[in-house]
């Protein structure tokens, strides 16, 4: 079986691309799905570890190859290599991670150019042919735990302090109607760990990680940048808005980032290495 480290995945890369054999190379924090070797700064190489990963892979190239056209915002272009191993390779999107800390230090004209290529981003995604995309590979998305069940699993890991406020965000998630714009393809992954900013032009220069995008609830693709800043959803909402003409509901889209903090800590109520991360997420959204 492959290992999974640098020893057994630079062999596979220099026999597919010998040019690149007295480059630097590095492994890249682990995802969910892959491997990724940063080579040079310059290029990435992602092995998938099993059967749904490959899977995951082959969807994630298809769909960027149909949505690369048609937006602005820059995107990778994944190659696969057959192998075997099954891998991919692609340019790297320069820039670094934009946490809260990164965002908190912008002045007010990096702020504005951020929100706007953003809703750009999303106005451009939400436009696409819904049966495109589909035949690019396209799903819906993976329903959340139902209510019930999520408050079942998060009960024991909650805080006296927090168990009324999880009671009330999930009853009225449990209300909510359908979302009035339907259903969209759209990122549904748009926090800060997907995406290149350079720090020092104080400019975003691309997104990536399209494994996790498919066919979901318009307003549910605005809930995640709230892990960057509240500050900046509210400017992508208000840029989307004039570049769409479609009007968002704030409020839902604060409940749904309630909700996702819940239904992600309950994902992980069974693996104590992740509890106390999930959980700082919930805390930190019901204290803002």
Do not use: C
Not at 20 to 38: E, N, Q, Y
Not at 258 to 287: F, K
């Amino acid at each position: 079986m492959l290992e999974f480290d640098l020893t057994s995945l630079k062999p596979i890369i220099v026999a597919h691309f010998p040019g690149l054999a007295p480059a630097r190379f590095s492994l890249l924090p682990k995802g969910w799905h892959s491997t990724a070797v940063d080579v040079d700064n310059t290029w990435v190489f992602k092995f998938p570890r099993g059967a749904d990963a490959e899977a995951a892979l082959r969807t994630e190239a298809s769909l960027l190859a149909a949505l690369r056209p048609h937006v602005a915002m820059p995107v990778p272009e994944l190659s696969l290599i057959e192998g075997p191993p099954l891998f991919s390779r692609h340019r790297k999107l320069k820039g670094e991670q934009l946490t809260a800390a990164r965002y908190a230090h912008l002045p007010e004209a990096a702020r504005r150019r951020l929100a706007a290529a953003l809703a750009r981003f999303y106005a451009d995604l939400h436009a696409l042919d819904e049966a495109r995309m589909k035949a690019a590979g396209a799903a819906p998305l993976r329903p959340w735990r139902d209510a019930d069940d999520i408050g079942r699993k998060i009960w024991p890991l909650l805080p006296a302090s927090l168990r009324s406020y999880a009671e009330r965000t999930l009853m009225a998630w449990q209300r909510l109607e359908p979302d009035p714009y339907g259903i969209i393809y759209g990122f549904f992954d748009g926090h800060g760990w997907n995406m290149a900013f350079d720090n020092e032009a104080q400019r975003l220069n691309g997104v990536y990680d399209f494994a996790d995008s498919g066919l979901g609830q318009l307003h549910q693709d605005f809930i995640y940048s709230n892990f960057i800043a509240r500050d900046l959803t509210s400017r992508v909402i208000a840029d989307y808005e004039r570049i769409t003409g479609k009007l968002l509901d704030r409020e839902r889209i604060a409940l749904l980032t309630a909700v996702h903090r819940l239904w992600e800590l309950a994902e992980v109520a069974d693996d104590p290495t992740h509890i106390a991360l999930m959980l700082r997420h919930v805390v930190e959204w019901a204290q803002d």
